[in-house]
């Protein structure tokens, strides 16, 4: 019988030795790359020894919930998540029609899960666009909740649009054109810092040396210049001892981070950071981004080192985190056994470093690094990488597991 993850008063996580955690294998290709994942999650963790195991808990959300509950996404799934506070999904499909909500947004909404996390990095000889994909190692932070994704909208001619238009004409003077559609994006300063405070930590953490705030403030100064500012003022005032502007950095100690300070906070302009990334990757770290260009430069990086096969995701909130891969349900490869499964085995690398399980995690990415060396991959790398071999999504599974083994009695850690 295992036991549920606790959250100690300082906010950190009490993990068991046998930990409950919920699971939904997910719709479409979900089951084919859950399947493979969870031996290779097992097989990691037994490896990794002080007698630790997971308890899983299958959880049910998307199609099957709706098939065998009526409900995409049961009170009883989300009250295990809370119960538990880690759990880990496949991808759901969200049904094309009017008024079925995504169960993806109604999760992260309902659980409060501010923080879009996302981590990317390449893994040789994957296939990529540019020439130096290995300069990429960073972690998006994405913030989850609030800019012109909070839902507020009103279709053209509707009278709530005309009103909105009425009162801006009123408050600003100036006139919308009326045949438009109407949405609104706030950001607020709580918003904001709960997600930068989250970044920062991470940073401080994992021995990152930069957060940088993307933002197009230069044009939105309320919204997008909010969160420069707030950002900046949460690493003042709460990391004050640890961190320093790269305006300070540069101006009081000629580039050089001066004793005790161990992180340089920055900022960029959401377009020139789009040009940076390309152009510099080695000079970023961790990212902290608004809604909306958070979604734009998480798919943009994922490009960079090889696509969505291989991208990891978290969704973090306070004490609680739902692991899935970036990519979606893909129904018209479902259930035939060929598609990658590295991101949510990466995904479930993630998980292991939340729960303190740096090491399992460790030996996921370095089984997952050395088996994708192999050239043994699925058909999404296969098709773009030479002198490979097409293998199916469990042989590949297989190889990784292979792997862990030999690493294990390699006594490569
Ligand atoms: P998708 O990610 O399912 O597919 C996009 C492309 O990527 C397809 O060509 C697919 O073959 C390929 N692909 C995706 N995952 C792959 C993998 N593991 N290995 C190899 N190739 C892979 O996106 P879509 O087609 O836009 O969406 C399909 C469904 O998934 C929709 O219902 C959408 O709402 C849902 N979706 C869910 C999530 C989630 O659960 N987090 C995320 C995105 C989309």
């Not at 549920?4 to 930990?19: E, H, S, V, Y």
Request: with cysteine; charged share 25%.
């Amino acid at each position: 019988m295992g036991e549920a993850i606790t959250l100690r008063p300082d906010g950190t996580l009490n993990t068991p030795k046998n930990p409950v955690i919920p699971f939904v294998p997910g719709d479409g290709i979900g089951p084919d790359i859950w399947g493979v994942a969870r031996k290779v999650f097992d097989q990691a963790v037994a490896k990794s020894g002080g007698g630790r195991s997971i308890d899983w808990l299958e959880i049910y959300a998307g199609e099957k919930a709706l098939r065998e509950f009526g409900d995409t996404l049961p009170e009883a799934s989300l009250e295990a998540i809370r119960k538990f506070r880690v759990a880990i999904k496949g991808p759901l499909t969200t049904p094309v029609g009017k008024g079925i909500r995504s169960v993806n947004v109604a999760l992260r909404r309902t659980l409060d899960l501010y923080a879009c996390v996302r981590p990317v990095r390449y893994f040789p000889p994957v296939p990529s666009p540019v020439r130096h994909p290995e300069l990429v190692d960073m972690i998006v932070f994405r913030e989850n909740t609030e800019d012109v994704y909070a839902g507020i909208e009103w279709p053209k001619d509707s009278p709530e649009a005309r009103e909105v238009m009425a009162l801006v004409e009123k408050l600003s003077g100036k006139r919308i054109r009326e045949d438009s559609g109407i949405g609104i994006k706030p950001i607020s300063r709580s918003g904001t810092q709960r997600l930068v405070r989250m970044a920062i930590r991470y940073a401080l953490d994992h021995g990152k040396t930069s957060v940088t705030l993307v933002h197009k403030g230069n044009i939105m100064k309320f919204t997008e210049g909010g969160f420069r500012a707030w950002g900046y003022e949460v690493a003042e005032t709460e990391f004050g001892e640890e961190t320093i502007t790269e305006e300070r950095l540069w101006k009081e100690a000629g580039g050089v981070l001066p004793q005790g300070k161990k992180l340089v906070i920055k900022d960029r302009i959401a377009d020139a950071m789009f040009q940076q990334i390309l152009l510099q990757p080695e000079e970023y770290s961790v990212l902290a981004l608004p809604n909306l260009n958070g979604d734009y430069i998480s798919d943009a990086l994922a490009a960079q080192v090889g696509g969505l096969g291989m991208a990891p995701g978290a969704n973090i909130g306070e004490g609680i985190a739902v692991f899935e891969a970036t990519h979606g349900s893909s129904p018209k490869d479902a259930g035939k056994n060929i598609v990658n499964p590295s991101a949510v085995i990466l995904s479930g690398a993630m998980m292991f470093d939340y729960i303190g399980w740096g090491d399992v995690a460790t030996r996921i990415r370095k089984a997952l690094a050395e088996s994708i060396e192999t050239r043994h991959v699925t058909f999404d790398l296969a098709k773009q990488m030479e002198n490979s071999t097409q293998v199916l999504c469990s042989e590949f599974g297989d190889i990784v597991l292979e792997h862990l083994e030999k690493c294990w009695l390699g006594n490569a850690w």
